[in-house]
């Protein structure tokens, strides 16, 4: 099984480029995290909200199956993915994290990255159009037209949800809290991730630098890494045949 976990702000549908082909060898489970697209939100209650859905996403894979699975987390994701590996390693068999300054970047540079996420993401979510969300995505693309069109509908549909914005809002500050309290992260664990990782990141990523994923992919014990050229935040969406390549490989290894 893989299952695939957006970034924040998101939902499952940002890997409509990824959904089948994945699922042509393995089954498939991309979620909506608590809050982003059509799940709802839950109450944090003081928690920090990266953990909180790490719980939430391994009680919903438990209820699945038995067997290990691949977690794939993107941005936000990665970070999420990495919490579940770390906290249930006998229960995760593979990581991928894909674009994820919330796993690898120093707290200020992540704060940093987490203001300007808020300053884009709110032109789509206070106003959703379909031209405002598709300009949400293509600022993080290096090239703007590999915007996935077949998933702004979607997009604007969820958007436009009473509670998503505000939602998004909480999350975001909690998150942002989490970075100076260090509760929640996985940057001062990385050595304790046991399992084989593969790490995938774009040369031109805005909300994360390669640098932090090369000091990353050094100190987690079994990691590759792989920079895409010409590639922005989301490789899944800007080029998926390098990305379902290099998915193949590591699957099948």
């Given at each position: 099984m893989v299952v695939l976990i957006h970034g924040i702000g998101h939902s499952a549908d940002i890997f409509y480029r990824n959904i089948d082909v994945l699922a042509q060898t393995h089954r498939v489970i991309a979620v909506d995290l608590p809050g982003h697209g059509f799940s709802d939100h839950i109450p944090l209650a003081g928690r920090t909200p990266q953990t909180l859905f790490a719980e939430h996403l391994t009680a919903l894979i438990d209820g699945e199956t038995d067997a290990r699975y691949t977690v794939v987390g993107s941005s936000y994701g990665g970070l999420i993915a990495s919490l579940m590996t770390l906290s249930s390693p006998e229960r995760v068999g593979k990581l991928v994290i894909v674009g994820s300054g919330g796993t690898f970047q120093e707290p200020d540079k992540q704060r940093t990255a987490l203001l300007k996420i808020l300053e884009n993401a709110s032109g789509a979510m206070a106003a959703p159009t379909l031209e405002s969300c598709r300009t949400r995505i293509a600022n993080i693309c290096a090239d703007p037209a590999s915007v996935a069109e077949e998933i702004l509908l979607t997009q604007l549909i969820s958007y436009a949800l009473p509670d998503r914005f505000a939602a998004f809002k909480e999350i975001l500050a909690a998150y942002i809290d989490s970075l100076a309290s260090g509760e929640g992260q996985a940057r001062p664990r990385l050595e304790m991730i046991s399992v084989p990782t593969l790490i995938i990141t774009g040369r031109n990523d805005i909300r994360a630098t390669v640098e932090s994923h090369e000091a990353g992919n050094r100190r987690i014990p079994d990691s590759r890494l792989v920079v895409l050229e010409a590639?922005?935040?989301?490789?899944?969406?800007?080029?998926?045949?390098?990305?379902?390549?290099?998915?193949?490989?590591?699957l099948a290894s």
């Open positions: 590639c922005g935040h989301v490789p899944y969406m800007e080029h998926p045949q390098e990305f379902h390549s290099e998915m193949a490989a590591f």
